[in-house]
């Protein structure tokens, strides 16, 4: 039968080499030196820039701000629509009050804008609703509004609502709108005056006007003769 032998183990200055050499991913590292990346198992992770990512990285950061845009656009035109909602409710309860009320004439107020028109007017549901729209017309003539909220000042020459096709007629139809002229309306911050034409010799004329403390902007379109949208002008106030 052989013989088996146990050779000798000879250990090298190689083999022998103290722990400290060992490579950088084994290298124990102390308690007073810097703490390892925790990974997905938990700790602080220092940022990465955007270099430092890869494709794929960058793919879902992109896709993950899109999401964000999706959530915040239809949150952020919710909060508008309420804020214009709470800017003309509870019409019959506001405190603003018109300039003057003449003789023939009612007050019509929004619950931050107010104006005087003719005692036979009367609102008119089919251009009026909740959310910024007003219309109040007889015989002789209307006066519509649309109250907006916005953080700052209307500039001139700015694009009337859309609402603006539609006051007044059945069917809506383009207009056209002249230079700005600045106009003076008490309790607003900055006003202008325009005239809306359309086909056909329609004339009407319309202020667009914000008030600085609430953010509050209405644009009024007056379609009167000259003697009672003068005096319409005359008493609106915010």
Do not use: C
């Not at 000879?10 to 925790?38: F, I, N």
């Not at 007889?138 to 700052?152: F, N, Q």
């Amino acid at each position: 039968m052989p013989v088996w032998r146990a050779w000798p183990v000879v250990r090298t200055r190689e083999s022998m080499k103290p722990v400290s050499d060992l490579p950088a991913e084994t290298t124990p590292v102390s308690p007073s030196g810097p703490t390892p990346d925790a990974g997905g198992s938990g700790g602080a992770l220092e940022p990465r820039r955007s270099a430092e990512l890869t494709v794929a990285e960058k793919a879902l950061r992109r896709r993950n701000r899109q999401w964000l845009l999706v959530v915040a656009i239809p949150a952020l035109v919710l909060g508008v629509a309420a804020l214009i909602a709470a800017i003309v409710a509870d019409q019959s309860d506001s405190s603003v009050s018109p300039v003057s009320i003449p003789a023939g004439y009612k007050a019509v107020s929004d619950g931050v804008f107010a104006y005087s028109v003719p005692s036979s007017w009367s609102m008119n549901d089919l251009y009026s609703d909740d959310v910024g729209d007003l219309d109040t017309s007889g015989s002789s003539g209307w006066v519509a509004e649309h109250v907006d909220a916005r953080a700052t000042a209307p500039v001139e020459g700015e694009t009337p609502p859309q609402a603006f096709r539609d006051f007044g007629l059945d069917t809506p139809a383009p207009f056209q709108i002249g230079p700005a002229q600045p106009a003076r309306v008490q309790g607003t911050a900055v006003a202008y005056r325009y005239q809306i034409t359309r086909a056909g010799g329609f004339q009407a004329t319309a202020i667009d006007a914000w008030q600085s403390s609430s953010g509050a902007e209405i644009w009024l379109l007056v379609d009167a003769s000259h003697a009672t949208t003068a005096k319409i002008l005359t008493t609106f106030k915010a």
